[in-house]
């Protein structure tokens, strides 16, 4: 049961990060196509 606490927790960190990266590669990308 910790383990999946544990496991929890790592995803709640990880996902906004994932999503920063994705949203700033996004965002790049999107700049460089106007």
Do not use: E, G, V, Y
Not at 3 to 28: E, Q
Request: glycine content about 0%; proline content about 3%.
């Amino acid at each position: 049961m910790n383990d999946n606490r544990n496991s929890i927790k790592i995803l709640i960190i990880l996902i906004p990060i994932i999503l920063a990266i994705f949203l700033s590669h996004w965002s790049m990308t999107n700049n460089m196509n106007q």
